[in-house]
């Protein structure tokens, strides 16, 4: 067991925190530069301000905490050694690195232009050092396996609406479709949930669409691509004979259709937190093994390697693990689309040899 570490709320943070982590935040005008956080997504601001609080919460709660004093004047070797030395048992060596890299990187917001170098060289070596807490291999799915389940249920969904609208057939279909199209394009759980018709997925008579912005990516670029077409009957009959079902059911609350793509049996929107939990339940209930979501891009990945080793290089644009910073932005869009219509090409070869 570990100790429990509250973190302090930035309501509570002392005002000099408060102040520089609001200036940090703040987009450019005509007069100022924007802050060094501005441009960072909602999910980003969020873990630090929360992992920045476990810090300070352990220096309200020992006694350290002067909130007179600069955030940069309370962080020192001895203090940060001893706060690792009370924080890091009972935790995964992945959790320990992650506080103090968003502690580090709080740091530098508030002490422009750098930070503290031994503060983020320490964060650095952290992360390199920490172990995986539970082995992904175990927990991996074949990309073949997961065209084959993500089929299988799209499939049983259909066979149980054949007679008439039904409930459990249209979920079988949703979830069969967030297999397959995770496994065609490999996107974070958020961008997953947070598809919505007409707003980030487009379809059109020639293509379905997914598109963006900058605020809502983990890497603060464009993500903008489109979905294969061997997927466009499957994605139009979830539209037309599944998502209608999921938003106006004895279950649903009703209400206006906001346009998420993805519903529950409640007609409200899939929630990340149960995206989490259902798909990889169901994935071992068939496999045997929990492929999480995140998961699916390290399967990606390894497909990629196993199968066109001289392509290796895409998988940086596949998995968006890029940036779209200064005139390469366009450039980048094109070489993530021609990566994209790499991997495709690998799917479709997986497809053929299932046949």
């Known amino acids: 067991m570990h100790q429990a570490f509250p973190p302090l709320k930035p309501a509570a943070w002392p005002e000099a925190d408060r102040r520089l982590w609001a200036a940090a935040r703040e987009p450019a005008d005509f007069l100022d530069e924007e802050g060094p956080a501005s441009s960072w997504a909602p999910s980003t601001l969020a873990k630090i301000e929360y992992d920045y609080g476990i810090w300070l919460g352990w220096l309200d709660r020992t006694g350290q905490l002067d909130p007179a004093a600069l955030p940069h004047r309370r962080v020192d070797r001895d203090r940060v050694r001893r706060f690792i030395a009370v924080y890091?048992?009972?935790?995964?060596?992945?959790?320990?690195?992650?506080?103090?890299?968003?502690?580090?990187a709080f740091i530098r917001c508030a002490t422009p232009p750098h930070g503290l170098d031994w503060l983020d060289a320490l964060a650095v070596r952290l992360k390199k050092r920490a172990r995986p807490a539970r082995a992904k291999s175990p927990r991996m799915s074949s990309v073949r396996e997961l065209l084959s389940l993500g089929l299988d249920?799209?499939?049983?969904?259909?066979?149980?609406?054949?007679?008439?609208?039904?409930?459990?057939?249209?979920?079988?279909?949703?979830?069969?479709?967030?297999?397959?199209?995770?496994?065609?394009r490999p996107i974070r759980r958020r961008n997953l949930c947070g598809m919505r018709l007409s707003e980030t997925v487009f379809v059109t008579e020639r293509q379905v669409r997914a598109d963006f912005p900058p605020s809502q990516t983990k890497a603060g670029n464009r993500i903008a691509f489109s979905y294969p077409g061997w997927l466009r009957p499957l994605i139009d009959a979830y539209l037309a004979e599944a998502r209608p079902i999921l938003r106006n059911n004895p279950h649903s609350s009703g209400g206006e259709d906001e346009g998420w793509f993805w519903l529950t049996r409640k007609g409200t929107p899939l929630d990340p937190a149960y995206a989490t939990t259902r798909i990889p339940r169901l994935i071992a209930a068939r496999t045997g093994r929990a492929t999480s979501l995140h998961l699916f891009r390290h399967c990606a990945a390894t497909e990629i390697a196993l199968r066109d080793p001289e392509h290796v290089g895409i998988v940086k644009d596949v998995l968006q693990h890029c940036s779209m910073k200064?005139?390469?932005?366009?450039?980048?869009?094109?070489?993530m689309a021609a990566a994209l219509d790499d991997w495709?090409?690998?799917?479709?070869?997986?497809r053929k040899e299932a046949v």
């Open 326 to 335: 200064s005139g390469q932005a366009y450039y980048i869009q094109a070489r």
């Open 88 to 104: 890091a048992p009972g935790r995964a060596e992945g959790t320990m690195a992650s506080v103090a890299g968003n502690i580090a």
């Open 344 to 350: 495709a090409d690998v799917i479709a070869e997986i």
């Open 153 to 184: 249920l799209f499939s049983e969904g259909t066979e149980m609406m054949a007679d008439g609208p039904s409930l459990d057939g249209a979920v079988r279909m949703r979830d069969g479709l967030v297999i397959l199209m995770l496994v065609a």
